[in-house]
């Protein structure tokens, strides 16, 4: 059974940081891009970062650059989303996404996402 666990939401204040982490079991983990994505209300739900299954490039929306940082952990199966400087507007619910595409199979799973709001 393939599980994505998200943890480390909250709330914080406008500046502050957070760390959420996503532990992955039921798959080949090492195999898979890791990603998170955001949803805020009324919103579509955007890619925020992602990082490549040997954790040897990653890539971030223009929103978060120099503010978050993806990361993973392949032996613990594990991958984090640093988030400093934050602020009101990246308050969402934050998912985790691990995606695996070949020539004639693409498998995506979804964890069920943890809320961050960023509010004084």
């Known amino acids: 059974q393939v599980q994505l666990v998200e943890s480390g939401g909250g709330l914080v204040q406008p500046g502050g940081s957070l760390r959420l982490s996503c532990a992955g079991s039921?798959?080949?983990?090492?195999?898979?891009?890791m990603s998170w994505y955001r949803q805020a209300p009324g919103k579509e739900r955007e890619l925020v970062a992602a990082?490549?299954?040997?954790?040897?490039?990653?890539n971030y929306a223009d929103s978060v650059k120099g503010r978050f940082t993806i990361s993973r952990d392949n032996a613990k199966r594990t991958v984090h989303l640093q988030m400093n400087s934050l602020k009101p507007e990246d308050t969402a619910v934050y998912y985790c996404?691990?995606?695996?595409?070949?020539?004639?199979?693409?498998?995506?799973?979804w964890g069920q996402g943890t809320q961050v709001t960023v509010s004084s």
């Open positions: 996404n691990a995606d695996w595409r070949g020539t004639q199979f693409e498998y995506d799973y």
């Open positions: 039921g798959f080949t983990f090492g195999r898979f891009t």
């Open positions: 990082i490549s299954a040997a954790g040897s490039s990653t």
